[in-house]
Antibody
Framework: EVQLVESGGGLVQPGGSLRLSCAASGFTFSDHYMDWVRQAPGKGLEWVGRSRNKANSYTTEYAASVKGRFTISRDDSKNSLYLQMNSLKTEDTAVYYC??????????WGQGTMVTVSS | DIEMTQSPSSLSASVGDRVTITCRASQGISNYLAWFQQKPGTAPKSLIYAASSLQSGVPSKFSGSGSGTDFTLTISSLQPEDFATYYCQQYQTYPLTFGGGTRVEI
């Protein structure tokens, strides 16, 4: 059974940093691209970024709203995906989901972790 | 960026109704279109990819169609568990973008 479990959310002040993790199980993590998607309270879904797999050199893509502030990484030996968030802004407040990519589309999602940026 | 426009933004329906949701892309995306269902307080669930292919385990009452710029999601016979918000998403071009959502309610 595919499982994605996010962790690391919490309350952080504007300008601060936070690192989210996504623990994967039930599939060969190293084969898949993995993405982060967020959802601000009461709002729609917003794509954050992507980590390609080893076969594609672990390259990454980012939304313009987070580029230069957020960094996506992964550790295939730990079946884990990470989102390092720096210079956080109040508008980064959201539930952050990790999602597995298969045939270029999302097929499985984690349950999400809440990040609140507030003073 | 490719803008995804869903209509309607909300709709009221009854159990047993056939429901159709439309998604329009601001430029052609071939069939790189997915649909998701989200219930309050829960993560999105993937329903359809490649515009018309059902994800594993998704019941056949859900169907998708379209190509290029115009797409539809149809629920053939609405059941109580189908009341939710539905999102389309294009994955042809970065940044990946979502529609604003369609809330299906009683």
């Amino acid at each position: 059974e595919v499982q994605l479990v996010e962790s690391g959310g919490g309350l952080v002040q504007p300008g601060g940093s936070l690192r989210l993790s996504c623990a994967a199980s039930g599939f060969t993590f190293s084969d898949h691209y993995m993405d982060w998607v967020r959802q601000a309270p009461g709002k729609g879904l917003e794509w954050v970024g992507r980590s390609r797999n080893k076969a594609n050199s672990y390259t990454t893509e980012y939304a313009a709203s987070v580029k230069g502030r957020f960094t996506i990484s992964r550790d295939d030996s730990k079946n884990s995906l990470y989102l390092q968030m720096n210079s956080l802004k109040t508008e980064d407040t959201a539930v952050y989901y990790c999602a597995r990519v298969d045939s270029y589309a999302f097929d499985f999602w984690g349950q999400g972790t809440m990040v609140t940026v507030s003073s | 960026d490719i803008e995804m426009t869903q209509s309607p933004s909300s709709l009221s329906a009854s159990v047993g109704d056939r429901v159709t949701i439309t998604c329009r892309a601001s430029q052609g995306i071939s069939n790189y279109l997915a649909w998701f269902q989200q219930k309050p307080g829960t993560a999105p669930k993937s329903l359809i990819y490649a515009a018309s292919s059902l994800q594993s385990g998704v019941p056949s009452k859900f169907s998708g169609s379209g190509s290029g710029t115009d797409f539809t999601l149809t629920i053939s016979s609405l059941q109580p568990e189908d009341f939710a918000t539905y999102y389309c998403q294009q994955y042809q071009t970065y940044p990946l973008t979502f529609g604003g959502g369609t809330r299906v309610e009683i």
